[in-house]
């Protein structure tokens, strides 16, 4: 067998060396980044928590959540930093895949710390001083102290893009492989699982905000424990008369219509009064005729069979404005429930789904 010739190039090689430089550069990065949010998670222990201790301007519970375990996560960096500054990354983010739920109870405190925030900033006069005046210290920067409580839940998806690359780019010969690979999925699983929280928190504040816009007895309690996709304007258009404005709210088993209170009512005004709830289940997606490609949108043939059909006042809901391709859109956005930006649906003519 002939060896290669001195100046011939090995395919093999070359990738181990592109792998090399990018675990390289990817470790530079992960020392990097953590030096800097270690000293910000030092600013905010040091200079806000270990000091609201000590003089008691918040009360313990207050305190807690308002910070959560903000100085066990600290510890957690302070623990990580050494292994990196010594190259020793696998065994380094192995040992900290042990500190990771820290960041599951962080990311579940995070509406009641913000809320916490808000309401001694504008209540606790001794606080907001405080306040002003740890940030104004120059270690800051300029930065608040809002603008640093979210810091844990950003590092960790920098952690997950970091160990993830790590993983990628060391050799399945090399001793730190097994451990990087397995610190890899700890972190992108615990990401996962903050992501959700985070989308639970947001789905409760939006049903919050609607049920807050819904008024009258029959709506209490209506949208509690759904999932919250989209809202916007329909005009409903019946057999005969003109065309009714509604507001429809779409969830993940439901769809909400609306009818908007007179603007001069005395109590209830910019309220909305709930007039149907719709299960999904029971409705039915036809196909759209007629589409002229105006300002009015797409309009949805309406069988005998089927009381009301709803026309959605925006253009430019679906990139394909054939008919096949209006179809084909709906269709697929209905059946995913993901992503809905302007769907139009036909409802079935039966009223027991009234509750108005």
């Known amino acids: 067998m002939e060896s290669p010739a001195p100046g011939a190039r090995c395919p093999v090689q ?14 530079r990065e992960l020392l990097d980044t953590e030096r800097r949010y270690q000293e910000q998670l030092g600013l ?7 000091i609201l201790r000590a003089k008691g301007t918040l009360r313990p519970p207050e305190r807690q959540a308002l910070f959560g375990p903000w100085e066990l996560i600290y510890g957690a960096s302070q623990e990580l930093l050494p292994y990196l500054e010594g ?73 997950e893009n970091l160990a993830v690359a790590l993983a990628e780019n060391t050799g399945p010969n090399s001793p730190e492989h097994k451990q990087l690979t397995r610190a890899a999925q700890l972190i992108s699983e615990t990401a996962q ?49 003109e065309p009714r404005p509604r507001m429809f709210f779409l969830f993940s088993d439901a769809l909400l219509m609306a009818k908007p209170r007179p603007p001069l009512h005395l109590l209830q005004s910019g309220t909305f009064a709930c007039r149907a709830l719709y299960p999904m289940g029971e409705c039915q997606l036809h196909r759209v005729f007629g589409h002229s490609g105006g300002p009015c949108g797409g309009l949805l043939s309406q069988p005998e069979e089927l009381a009301e059909s709803y026309k959605f006042q925006s253009p430019g809901y679906c990139g394909d404005r054939s008919e096949s391709g209006v179809q084909r ?7 995913t429930l993901h992503g809905l930006r302007r769907i139009i649906l ?9 509750v108005l």
Not at 138 to 158: T, V
Not at 222 to 237: D, K
Not at 346 to 354: A, F, I, R
């Open 193 to 241: 699982r903050v992501h959700t929280i985070g989308q639970k928190q947001k789905n409760e504040q939006h049903l919050q905000r609607i049920q807050a816009l819904l008024s009258g007895r029959q709506a209490k309690g209506l949208i509690s424990g759904r999932w919250f996709l989209r809202q916007g304007w329909l005009l409903v258009v019946p057999p005969r008369g």
């Open 329 to 335: 859109n709906l269709t697929n956005k209905t059946r």
């Open 44 to 50: 905010v222990a040091t200079y806000f928590v270990a």
């Open 346 to 354: 036909c409802l079935p003519e039966t009223k027991t789904h009234h």
């Open 87 to 159: 190259g020793r990354w696998g065994q380094g983010l192995e040992g900290f895949c042990n500190h990771l739920e820290l960041y599951t109870q962080f990311a579940a405190n995070v509406e009641r710390s913000r809320t916490i925030l808000q309401e001694q900033l504008k209540k606790n006069k001794h606080f907001r001083r405080f306040v002003r005046l740890q940030e104004g210290r120059p270690e800051f920067g300029g930065l608040q102290l809002q603008d640093l409580l979210p810091l844990p839940l950003q590092r960790l998806q920098q952690y």
């Open 14 to 27: 070359e990738q181990r060396a592109r792998w090399e430089r990018k675990r390289a550069c990817t470790a």
